[in-house]
């Protein structure tokens, strides 16, 4: 296997993250060791970095915020690591796709390598409905069983959210797989009768495998009973199929993307239960005291990493908060306040200018790939309404791969 090839699959390894171990004292997992061997041998292989001067700009301005956020920070040893953990191979990550991806074909690698992530979460949540094997989840991990007594599946991870943010993106991808990314600017019809024609082809075996592979990722992602995670399904779905049509659909996307965002923001939520004291909904008031925080730091935010401190220290007095809220504000379930209270006023400028950048550019190509970049942020803005996507070893190179994809011009990968 060459180099390029390696690289094009690292995406759909991801969730080595979660096999941890330490060496000369420094806790890594086996996804960062990946990561940086891949970074060291590519290095001495490819000559070409392939990036343009916006984009180590980009970098060198992600570099500041990132080294200013971890100045900010009380916990140093927190933000570095982060930095090792998350930013830097997603860097690294960013650099090699770019070269990987000069061979069309690596695309289409990647793409199928995240799909099979994808499908291997569905199928341990889907393994964990068997009570044997739900038994034997909480015997080796009790804190699961507040979830799995309830019929909210968690597969290789800690809650039924963090398997949802795989899950949802990697619907899209599988869909993408499934109606052929050629047939976009040839026939412009609905889902439905494309895949009417799809089942009419003689050729079943190989167009069903995507079909089925859809199938089994949406019985996961139902069995997570993530509310957000669902909802971001159903309009990245509903993005796919309109970016498929001209450019005036394309900006209908756009508009539906915007109002998603905006009904699921919690800002307006949390805001709008202010004045009810008798509100009990333990997300909406981690929002609440999270929104405090950002008035009270709204420059350089509280540092990164210094959250769960910050929210603990912030709501020391308050009744119920130690016992009832606090310890499920690890972060505050949502993109822009962790972005915001991380790395302040700057890294929250930059974030929304990166996306209004992969906005324009799938505004400006009809092409699939960038219809499914768009997509797949869409789909992971919205769940990061409520949720922290993004930043987390896994979701920020799935994001990266979104915005990759954006930026991607028309090419066939098959």
């Known amino acids: 296997m060459k180099i390029s090839n390696l690289v094009a699959i690292l995406p759909g390894l991801t969730i080595l993250y979660l096999i941890k171990l330490t060496i000369f004292g420094l806790p890594t997992n086996w996804w960062e060791i990946l990561v940086y061997l891949c970074a060291f041998v590519f290095l001495f292989i490819k000559k070409s970095t392939r990036l343009k001067k916006s984009e180590i700009a980009s970098i ?20 570095l690591g982060i930095i090792k953990g998350w930013i830097v191979p997603a860097i690294l990550l960013y650099w090699m796709l770019k070269n990987a991806w000069a061979d069309p074909k690596n695309i289409t690698l990647t793409i199928k390598a995240m799909v099979y992530q994808g499908i291997l979460v569905a199928l341990v949540a889907i393994l964990q409905t068997i009570p044997a094997i739900s038994n034997w989840w909480i015997t080796r991990a009790p804190d699961l069983a507040q979830y799995l007594n309830t019929g909210r599946y968690t597969s290789i991870f800690n809650s039924p959210n963090s398997a949802a943010m795989i899950l949802a993106p990697a619907l899209i991808l599988a869909l ?57 399904a159903i309009i990245g779905i509903a993005l796919l199929a309109l970016s498929r049509f001209d450019k005036i659909s394309r900006a209908w996307a756009v508009v539906i ?39 009270q ?67 400006r190509d009809k092409s699939p790939l960038r219809a499914l970049g768009f997509a797949l942020l869409v789909v992971m803005l919205t769940q990061g309404m409520v949720d922290t996507t993004i930043f987390k070893n896994d979701l920020i190179i799935w994001f990266i791969i979104a915005v990759l994809l954006t930026f991607r011009q028309s090419e066939n990968t098959k």
Request: hydrophobic share 50%; aromatic share 10%; proline share 6%.
């Open 60 to 79: 060198a301005l992600i570099t500041l915020i990132t080294l200013i956020a971890t100045y900010t920070s009380p916990e140093k040893r927190e933000a």
């Open 176 to 232: 993408y797989c499934h109606f052929d990314p050629g047939s976009w600017l040839e026939r412009p019809r609905w889902p439905l009768a494309l895949l009417a024609d799809r089942l009419g082809e003689r050729n079943l075996k190989k167009e069903s495998l995507p079909l089925l592979a859809s199938l089994v990722i949406i019985i996961g992602l139902v069995l997570t009973h993530s509310r957000g995670g669902i909802v971001a």
């Open 257 to 295: 993307a915007a109002l998603s965002l905006l009904i699921f923001n919690p800002i307006i939520l949390s805001l709008s239960a202010l004045n009810d004291p008798n509100h009990s909904d333990i997300r909406i008031l981690i929002w609440q005291k999270s929104w405090q925080m950002v008035s």
């Open 297 to 363: 730091h709204p420059i350089w935010g509280i540092g990164l990493g210094h959250f769960h401190q910050a929210f603990a220290s912030f709501t020391l007095h308050q009744p119920n908060f130690d016992e009832f809220i606090t310890p499920y504000a690890l972060h505050p379930h949502n993109v822009i306040l962790y972005v915001w209270l991380s790395f302040g006023i700057i890294g929250l400028i930059g974030l929304i200018g990166l996306i209004g950048a992969s906005v324009r550019a799938f505004l």
